[in-house]
């Protein structure tokens, strides 16, 4: 099966250090990007013309809305799908099938959707949701449920531990049906997963650990009569040769100052998440010993919570560990970099070509048959007749 990429929309904002949580970089010698609608908008246009599927928006206090900013996205681009996080329990199901319903009529199917069932109690408690974590993930269960069969056209009855609808139903169901995307590590999560997604993400674990996760959730996936998608959240640096690419990752971590870090571990360490559990293990907190496997560097786990691993490397090393996951049943990535904008371009321009070539990836406008975009300032090349 041929490869999928997205990339991530820095709605918290951007720039040329890691960037974390409430958009501030934790090297705050570099400036950051404010994360206006031109500046989105540049990024989404980017990647589209790069090949990548769609763009993954953030959910949180600590960035722009996902909703709100992807719908004021989607004229800015054509082709690109927008894989909107969002958080069952904050509203309700009924409301939140007839957003999405609405989402992908207006975008012409367009949407997919990014389950996040919130992994901090501190967090959640902030948007009014005082449940603990297993009950929240039960009311996942029950959230998807009630929706799927509403995108399905049915009229809903539902009464369960922690949500009821009665008389359920759309006026216009959304065609096709989003995708559902989720993740999570602990036991509760696989279940839902198993049971509810079309598409199962890991964080950026080494290959090993994302086998085991990867057979765990598909003999729960098999028990309830059901096949799953599998994708992965990474980061990415990649250059022309991996010594410039390894000199990037170390400036990073050059300026992130000691105290800084210490100071992002020890809230990490408070984390309810088994996830963030996983990503904290891959490091410690040190700073040495940050290649957990060749060319898997998990030094962005020292500057930011979720997603803390970065494929590093030459152009070559990054589309081989690439591959290295595909053999595992990885069919989707999603990427980011920093900057983003530039980051796209590296791997847009250096990786993707090369996973092409190997038959592993084809840039979504060959796949529809649209003509490709014109490159301004080539001119094409002139037939032999009109050369003489």
């Not at 949180?60 to 719908?71: F, I, M, N, Q, R």
């Not at 996040?116 to 949701?129: L, N, P």
């Not at 250096?350 to 092409?356: E, H, K």
Request: with cysteine; glycine share 12%.
């Amino acid at each position: 099966m041929s490869l999928t990429f997205h990339w991530f929309l820095p709605t918290q904002g951007d720039g040329r250090g890691l960037v974390g949580g409430r958009g501030v970089e934790a090297a705050s010698a570099w400036r950051s990007r404010e994360p206006s609608l031109g500046y989105l908008v540049q990024v989404a246009r980017a990647v589209e013309e790069l090949g990548f599927e769609g763009v993954l928006t953030p959910t949180g206090a600590w960035c722009e809305d996902a909703w709100v900013t992807t719908a004021a996205l989607v004229g800015a681009v054509r082709r690109l799908k927008f894989l909107v996080a969002f958080r069952p329990g904050l509203v309700s199901p009924t409301l939140a099938a007839q957003m999405a319903a609405t989402f992908q009529r207006i975008s012409e199917g367009r949407l997919l959707l990014n389950v996040v069932t919130g992994g901090e109690s501190a967090e959640q408690r902030a948007y009014g949701d005082f449940l603990d974590k297993d009950g929240r993930y039960a009311r996942t269960d029950e959230f998807l449920r009630i929706v799927t069969g509403l995108w399905e056209g049915r009229t809903v009855d539902f009464s369960g531990q922690h949500l009821v609808v009665e008389g359920a139903a759309l006026h216009r169901p959304p065609a096709p049906r989003p995708r559902l995307y989720f993740g999570g590590s602990s036991p509760a999560a696989l279940k839902v997963a198993a049971r509810r997604v079309d598409t199962y993400l890991t964080w950026g674990e080494p290959p090993g650990a994302v086998a085991d996760k990867i057979d765990r959730v598909q003999r729960l996936a098999a028990g309830a009569g059901r096949t799953l998608e599998y994708g992965i959240r990474l980061h990415v640096i990649t250059r022309d040769t991996a010594e410039e690419a390894w000199r990037e990752a170390e400036r990073m971590l050059e300026r992130l100052p000691s105290d800084t870090v210490a100071r992002i571990q020890a809230g990490l360490a408070r984390s309810e998440s088994e996830g963030q559990r996983r990503m904290l293990a891959l490091h410690g907190g040190r700073r040495d010993s940050l290649e957990v496997h060749p060319n898997l560097w998990a030094g962005v786990g020292l500057a930011r919570g979720g997603a803390g691993t970065a494929l590093v490397g030459s152009h070559t090393e990054v589309a081989d560990r690439i591959e290295e996951y595909h053999r595992l049943g990885v069919t989707e990535f999603i990427l980011s970099g920093h900057p983003h904008l530039e980051e796209a371009y590296w791997f847009g321009e250096g990786v993707l070509p090369l996973l092409q070539r190997r038959g592993l990836w084809r840039h979504p406008v060959a796949e529809s048959g649209e003509a490709s975009a014109s490159v301004p300032f080539v001119a094409a090349p002139r037939s032999p007749a009109a050369a003489t």
